[in-house]
């Protein structure tokens, strides 16, 4: 299912959690071992879904090359 970044369409692709970049958030509250987990990938986001709960993040590299593609359209 297309969704929208900014102003360009991003589709969720199946991808394997040893593609999944290191997750720089430090937080309680989010998951330990979600690295781990990684099934998906939807745009600059690495992500799992658990029930029903989609936990997603993003690498400080992929957040920034994302955002210079969005200012070069």
């Known amino acids: 299912m297309p ?10 692709t199946p991808a394997p959690a040893s593609g999944a970049k290191e ?3 430090r937080a309680d509250w989010f998951p330990k071992g979600a690295r781990g987990k990684a099934a998906l990938r939807w745009a600059t986001y690495f992500g799992y879904a658990e029930g029903e709960t989609l936990y997603a993040w993003q690498h ?3 957040l920034v090359a994302g ?5 070069e359209s």
């Open 3 to 12: 969704s929208s970044i900014g102003m360009k369409q991003a589709r969720c």
């Open 23 to 25: 997750i720089q958030l």
């Open 60 to 62: 400080q590299e992929d």
């Open 67 to 71: 955002e210079r593609v969005n200012r």
